[in-house]
């Protein structure tokens, strides 16, 4: 963890390191298989994986800024929200990150880049029209604490080769569909080889789904309470958290489906309405877990401890 006054977690710092050494293992096992079942493919996967997890590293910032037509404001542009996050580096003895504000109605907020020096917390106009300064404050110090915990790069590697795994069974599946299951190549099957591949890949891809989506729940616990303990206001975060959540969830179910890729930086997932792997696997705890956590920290404050 970066040194700052957020509170520290090893709980979270345990967690990374056995999903991160779980996702080795996978990873080599994904590999070695690629190597063994088609050994053409193998050099050009690898290459292609080690691209990508390059690209997503090192420009994850720019990316998901892109990604989310956030812009970069300076302080004249948003006094208050300058402000707040100047509040929060006094308070953390954090260096302060780039800030940005993505226009659109959806209340939510996010933290994203390799490390401090890179960082860019981005907040949504809906967010900044629903919230009070002292909520927006909780808000803030929560993604903060992702970039304090550096869970915002964890979470790039981690979900490398999950994106990875995915996009070969994709690709295979679609190869395969369009007439890739009954070509042959000389004495070789293509086919056959084409589905050992899909299914090592969606098999890794499941494996590392579990592990990045069980990392990412904790993290969101953890960077609540450490924002909590921060600030000193648990209640602002929760009723923020309140707020946010149930703004969310009179947004339009278009809306909502197009910002589900986006949850796992979101302060509050976006889900659409009913049943879904997404919610089955969710990104986020459920509210009322982060709730009790808060109610939690604020009976252990009131009494001094």
């Known amino acids: 963890m970066a040194r700052t006054r957020y509170a520290p977690d090893r709980g979270l710092t345990s967690r990374m390191l056995v999903t991160m050494f779980l996702l080795g293992l996978v990873y080599v096992v994904f590999v070695g298989a690629f190597f063994v079942i088609a050994p053409k493919w193998g050099v050009f996967a690898l290459v292609?994986?080690?691209?990508?997890?390059?690209?997503?590293?090192?420009y994850s910032d720019r990316l998901t800024l892109f990604a989310m037509h956030g812009r970069e404001v300076s302080p004249a542009e948003m006094p208050e929200l300058h402000g707040v996050i100047d509040r929060i580096c006094a308070l953390?003895?954090?260096?302060?990150p780039r800030v940005a504000v993505a226009d659109t109605d959806m209340p939510n907020a996010f933290a994203t880049g390799r490390n401090?020096?890179?960082?860019?917390?981005?907040?949504?106009t809906g967010l900044l029209r629903r919230l009070?300064?002292?909520e927006l404050e909780g808000v803030l110090a929560h993604e903060m604490a992702h970039v304090a915990h550096r869970d915002v790069a964890v979470m790039t590697i981690a979900s490398f080769l999950g994106v990875c795994a995915g996009l070969v069974t994709r690709f295979g599946l679609e190869w395969g569909l369009w007439g890739g299951f009954n070509r042959?190549?000389?004495?070789?099957?293509?086919?056959?080889?084409?589905?050992?591949?899909?299914?090592?890949?969606?098999?890794?891809?499941?494996?590392?789904?579990?592990?990045?989506?069980?990392?990412?729940?904790y993290r969101e616990l953890s960077a609540d309470r450490a924002g909590a303990l921060l600030t000193g206001r648990p209640s602002a975060l929760a009723s923020a958290l309140t707020k946010v959540s149930g703004e969310i969830a009179r947004?339009?179910?278009r809306d909502l489906r197009a910002a589900e890729p986006f949850n796992a930086f979101f302060f509050a997932p976006a889900f659409a309405k009913g049943f879904s792997v997404s919610a089955l696997f969710a990104t986020h705890p459920p509210l009322d877990k982060r709730l009790a956590q808060l109610q939690k920290i604020s009976a252990q404050l009131g009494r001094g401890e």
């Open 92 to 96: 953390s003895d954090a260096p302060k």
């Open 184 to 217: 042959r190549d000389g004495d070789q099957n293509t086919g056959v080889v084409l589905l050992a591949v899909i299914a090592v890949s969606a098999v890794a891809y499941g494996v590392s789904f579990v592990l990045t989506r069980a990392l990412s729940r």
């Open 48 to 58: 292609a994986a080690m691209v990508f997890l390059l690209v997503q590293y090192f």
């Open 251 to 253: 947004i339009p179910t």
């Open 132 to 134: 009070d300064p002292v």
């Open 116 to 124: 401090q020096r890179k960082a860019v917390v981005c907040v949504t």
